[in-house]
T-cell receptor, first 116, second 117 residues
Framework: GAVVSQHPSWVICKSGTSVKIECRSL??????MFWYRQFPKQSLMLMAT?????????EQGVEKDKFLINHASLTLSTLTVTSAHPEDSSFYIC????????????FGPGTRLTVT | AQTVTQSQPEMSVQEAETVTLSCTYD???????LFWYKQPPSRQMILVIR??????QNATENRFSVNFQKAAKSFSLKISDSQLGDTAMYFC??????????????FGKGTKLSVIP
């Protein structure tokens, strides 16, 4: 149980275009989902926390107009990178927390974004 | 704000031997949780072990055990009988109840472990 999927696993897009990444909890309801960014050989940096049905909370330094997060249902959150630029190329990982007081985060397999 | 420090960027161990990865953290919280996550080349994050701060007994999961020293704010991971599949990045992580119910994770920078045949 507690499986989180991400789609796509790998995407290449041209500079200036937008790309959407989906994060789904497959066998549980995720009240809260998290989005992380990971540069090569570095740690995970939290970008934002999203709660189902409400606006995401972004970490300091993360542009909310560039990284649009939608958590419209208890099993789906999306991250849209708008007007992507090469510096947005990175590995994006989502995680999901079960229920209102769940401690553990279950991680998706990640999405590699390359902007050319 | 909480911080997590992993002072060993890279380590290697001979297959079947034992290795210890270090982690220290800083917090003013009294109730919190600590984790070790493994990220193999596939980049899927895998929970290895967790420790509740209120528990004095060190957590163990098969070949993985921790040495939790609350006063020293130290949380090291010991891997016994190392296997080739243990080759991965290992991240130490901290979380506490943030008040918003989110239990956000704070990660260390990671230790790259290579198991040598």
């Amino acid at each position: 149980g507690a499986v989180v999927s991400q789609h796509p696993s790998w995407v290449i897009c041209k500079s200036g275009t937008s790309v959407k990444i989906e994060c789904r909890s497959l066998d549980f309801q995720a009240t809260t989902m998290f989005w992380y960014r990971q540069f090569p050989k570095q740690s995970l940096m939290l970008m934002a926390t999203s709660n189902e049905g409400s606006k995401a909370t972004y970490e300091q330094g993360v542009e909310k107009d560039k990284f649009l997060i939608n958590h419209a249902s208890l099993t789906l959150s999306t991250l849209t990178v708008t007007s992507a630029h090469p510096e947005d190329s990175s590995f994006y990982i989502c995680s999901a927390r079960e229920g209102l007081a769940g401690l553990l985060q279950y991680f998706g397999p990640g999405t590699r974004l390359t902007v050319t | 704000a909480q911080t997590v420090t992993q002072s060993q960027p890279e380590m290697s161990v001979q297959e079947a031997e034992t290795v210890t990865l270090s982690c220290t953290y800083d917090t003013s919280e009294n109730n919190y949780y600590l984790f070790w996550y493994k990220q193999p080349p596939s980049r899927q994050m895998i929970l290895v072990i967790r420790q509740e701060a209120y528990k004095q007994q060190n957590a163990t999961e098969n070949r993985f055990s921790v040495n939790f020293q609350k006063a020293a704010k130290s949380f090291s991971l010991k891997i016994s009988d190392s296997q080739l599949g243990d080759t991965a990045m290992y991240f130490c992580a901290f979380t506490s109840y943030s008040g918003a119910g989110s239990y956000q994770l704070t990660f260390g920078k990671g230790t790259k472990l290579s198991v040598i045949p």
